[in-house]
Structures are given as structure tokens and as C-alpha cells.
């Protein structure tokens, strides 16, 4: 019976290091895959409201911007330093204030309630 035992403990350590594996390969490739898609230069803050481009600014300017909305809230975005943020929001939930600054290439601020986003983009 002890050897039965000595097996299942040996196979379950076999499958474990299998598990830490795959999940330590996984890791590292979606490492790699956020960096490859992060290399091209920031260089441009798209604004969109409702689905409509309303504004490219220019990264490289410090600049302060209030965005009106569809349904008549606001949002103010700040470009300082190659870094964008939403400093006020007229929204109830202001997420998008809390989701912070953002430089790097294909990042993102939602403002679902206003239907505002700001995304980081190079000049492609």
C-alpha cells in the first residue's frame, strides 16, 4: 500500500512542475506580447466622443483640454510631460479619472457615462 501511495505522491509532483511550466511560459509570452505591441513611439492622444474623433493632440505639448460630451457632461484632460489624464469628470462614477496616467502606445482612458476615450497612438 505505501507504494501505491509513493507513486500518486511522485505523479502529483510530476504534474505540478508540468503546471508551473505552463503557467511560468505563459507568463513570459505575455510579457513578450505586451512589449512588442507597446513599441511603436507615443506620439499622438486620439479624443473620441460617441465614436468621433473629436481632437489629435500632440504628446510632446503640455496642454489642458475640457471635452464636451453628447449628453452635456464634460471632461478635462491634461497633457503634461508625454503623459495624458483625466483631471475632472462630470460623470457619477469618475473611473476615468482614477484610471491615472497614461504614455505608452494603444493605452486608453474610457469615460463610458460621457462616451469619451483618449488613447495613446503613434503617428503611424
Known amino acids: 500500500m505505501t507504494e501505491s501511495k509513493d507513486t500518486k505522491q511522485k505523479l502529483l ?16 509570452l505575455l510579457f513578450l506580447g505586451a512589449k512588442l505591441m507597446h513599441k511603436s513611439p507615443a506620439e499622438i492622444v486620439e479624443v473620441s466622443v460617441d465614436g468621433k474623433v473629436v481632437e489629435i493632440l500632440d504628446l510632446a505639448k503640455d496642454q ?44 486608453i482612458i474610457v469615460c463610458l457615462p460621457n462616451k469619451m476615450t483618449a488613447q495613446i497612438k503613434s503617428r503611424k
Do not use: F, Y
Open 64 to 107: 489642458e483640454l475640457t471635452i464636451d460630451s453628447v449628453s452635456g457632461g464634460t471632461n478635462h484632460l491634461i497633457i503634461k510631460d508625454r503623459e495624458a489624464w483625466v483631471s475632472e469628470a462630470t460623470c457619477p462614477d469618475k473611473i476615468c479619472v482614477h484610471q491615472g496616467k497614461i504614455h505608452l502606445d494603444g493605452e
Open 13 to 28: 509532483k510530476k504534474q505540478d512542475m508540468i503546471l508551473i511550466a505552463v503557467i511560468l511560459a505563459a507568463a513570459v
